[in-house]
């Protein structure tokens, strides 16, 4: 009977702590949170900046890449007239104007790359190969909270500004010259501030390289000073994948330099706060080994959680087992072996 009671308990104790360790309401905050802020933006109007009729033979008078061809507003609007021209050809073709990083491409560097190194890491730290300094649930929730955040502000921001594009000309000469299939245009030619391509793109690389910052500094001493380098210089490899998205905004004349740039700082912001407030815990800015819910990160990679009542149950979650040796006598109480292991966890 007392046997009996005791695996209910543990069963329990071990279900209640795995909800904890994976931050179920975590994740369904962080979630909820987003959605209401995107409703709430979602109530107010899109707000269009005044242009200029000499801005848009100026600074929103660059052109739009259709095929080949560069073309300005005064070529679209000729099409009326002639349409021999290449631009003329490229717009009766229905050909999107060109982006050297697509909405595609875009969402692979965003999203795609860190979930792909968020698994790569827990599959190298199963086989041993890799010692991070935060579980996968905290990478995990860091992650879908840097990029909920910059996406929601991005969107905010430019919903907001309304400031236009350098061819904002060009775009509203295709929207009226193209037809329907170019529609969508309309509202991206005043979306110009903070650009999102560089918000987003820094969002994501930014965040996989304080992860792996974050994660030297846990088995550092464990490594040649050669291979500390060479696996730091590696983790600033994303950023230079964010580098190269902003810039050909610029070059495609869909953003102005402080666009690019405010997008950056946005999307670095975004992961500087998942990484200090979500992914690593308080204990490891301070040297502890305590994080806030209680689990110890022990030296050798195991995740140990001890309850506070006074003695009593000691939950152990390992990648192998402990000895359960039991009763010493110390602490009356009883080790209990989780059913999962550290690895499924952190």
């Known amino acids: 009977m007392g046997s009996s009671e005791g695996?209910?308990?543990?069963?329990?104790?071990?279900?209640?702590?795995?909800?904890?360790?994976?931050?179920v309401p975590e994740f369904v905050g962080v979630v909820v949170g987003l959605a209401v802020v995107s409703l709430v933006q979602a109530c107010f109007s899109e707000y269009e900046q005044f242009v200029p009729e000499n801005n848009k033979e100026g600074i929103n008078g660059f052109p739009v890449g259709l095929g080949a061809e560069w073309c300005t507003a005064s070529d679209l609007?000729?099409?009326?007239?002639?349409?021999?021209?290449?631009?003329?050809?490229?717009?009766?073709?229905?050909?999107?104007?060109?982006?050297?990083?697509?909405?595609?491409?875009?969402?692979?560097?965003?999203?795609?790359?860190?979930?792909?190194?968020?698994?790569?890491?827990?599959?190298?730290?199963?086989?041993?190969?890799?010692?991070?300094?935060?579980?996968?649930?905290?990478?995990?929730?860091?992650?879908?909270?840097?990029?909920?955040?910059?996406?929601?502000?991005?969107?905010?921001?430019?919903?907001?500004?309304?400031?236009?594009?350098?061819?904002y000309a060009a775009l509203r000469a295709l929207v009226e010259h193209g037809g329907s299939n170019v529609m969508s245009l309309k509202a991206k030619s005043i979306r110009s501030f903070p650009s999102g391509h560089s918000s987003?793109?820094?969002?994501?690389?930014?965040?996989v390289t304080l992860v792996c910052w974050g994660d030297l500094s846990r088995f550092a001493a464990e490594n040649k000073s050669w291979r500390r380098s060479l696996l730091a210089y590696l983790s600033i490899c994303p950023i230079l994948i964010s580098i190269y998205v902003g810039v050909s905004r610029i070059r495609d004349f869909w953003h102005f330099q402080d666009d690019v740039v405010a997008g950056w700082a946005l999307g670095a912001a975004s992961a500087a706060l998942a990484v200090r407030w979500v992914t690593f815990s308080e204990a490891f800015w301070t040297g502890g080994k305590t994080d806030r819910y209680?689990?110890?990160?022990?030296?050798?990679?195991?995740?140990q959680h001890k309850g506070d009542n006074g003695g009593g149950m000691q939950l152990i979650m390992g990648v192998r087992d402990y000895d359960s040796g039991s009763d010493d006598g110390e602490g009356g109480g009883t080790a209990v072996v989780g059913g999962a292991t550290g690895d499924a966890l952190a």
Not at 80 to 109: N, R, Y
Request: include cysteine; charged fraction near 15%.
């Open 7 to 23: 695996g209910r308990s543990a069963a329990a104790v071990s279900s209640a702590d795995r909800i904890r360790r994976w931050r």
């Open 77 to 167: 609007s000729s099409c009326a007239i002639q349409s021999e021209s290449g631009c003329c050809k490229g717009m009766q073709a229905g050909k999107s104007p060109h982006e050297t990083v697509d909405e595609f491409q875009l969402w692979f560097v965003y999203f795609v790359i860190p979930a792909a190194f968020v698994a790569v890491r827990q599959v190298l730290a199963k086989l041993g190969l890799y010692r991070g300094a935060a579980s996968l649930a905290d990478v995990i929730l860091g992650l879908v909270f840097c990029l909920g955040l910059s996406v929601t502000l991005t969107d905010a921001i430019k919903f907001m500004v309304g400031r236009p594009r350098p061819n």
């Open 200 to 207: 987003m793109s820094m969002a994501g690389m930014f965040y």
């Open 294 to 303: 209680g689990v110890v990160a022990a030296d050798d990679g195991l995740l």
